[in-house]
């Protein structure tokens, strides 16, 4: 996917960058998120990231059933779908990307139409 002296962390980091009207925050002393309007899509740390990975928590837990090792249900949130992701396990790269990008969606659709993003030409 990148170029291998890049975390799989940075690549991700630049992938949520890039979609559009996605801009980065640390709305908390440690965090850094990336966000879409003024909701945050993607919790990005140095190992892992925290997203949405469903609508509900039982579509979430499919993540948990599929890597036990490496998705967690994310503290406070995670009854509304959203888990933890190593990024330094047995998941996949561009499943991560997947769910990042799922994630980005999900937010996207929660915006009122007035304030999605409009799509970047190609």
Same mark, same amino acid.
């Given at each position: 996917?990148?170029? =291998?002296?890049?975390? $799989?962390? @940075?690549?991700?980091?630049?992938?949520? +960058?890039? !979609?559009?009207?996605?801009?980065?925050?640390?709305?908390?002393?440690?965090?850094? $998120?990336?966000?879409?309007?003024?909701?945050? &899509? $993607? &919790? +990005?740390?140095?190992?892992?990231?925290?997203?949405?990975?469903?609508?509900? #928590?039982?579509?979430?837990?499919?993540? !948990?059933?599929?890597?036990?090792?490496?998705? @967690?249900?994310?503290?406070?949130?995670?009854?509304?779908?959203?888990?933890? +992701? #190593? @990024?330094?396990?047995?998941?996949?790269?561009?499943? !991560?990307? %997947?769910?990042? %990008? @799922?994630?980005?969606?999900?937010?996207?659709?929660?915006? =009122?139409?007035?304030?999605?993003?409009? =799509?970047?030409?190609?």
């Amino acid at each position: 996917m990148g170029r =291998p002296e890049e975390s $799989v962390a @940075t690549r991700l980091r630049s992938a949520a +960058l890039a !979609l559009p009207g996605a801009w980065e925050d640390s709305p908390w002393d440690g965090d850094t $998120v990336a966000k879409v309007g003024d909701k945050i &899509f $993607v &919790f +990005l740390g140095p190992g892992s990231i925290g997203v949405k990975c469903a609508r509900s #928590r039982a579509e979430a837990d499919e993540w !948990l059933v599929r890597y036990p090792e490496d998705a @967690t249900v994310m503290p406070y949130i995670g009854r509304h779908g959203w888990n933890t +992701l #190593r @990024t330094t396990g047995a998941i996949d790269e561009d499943e !991560l990307l %997947e769910a990042l %990008e @799922t994630s980005y969606e999900i937010v996207v659709a929660g915006l =009122p139409r007035s304030r999605r993003p409009s =799509p970047r030409p190609i």
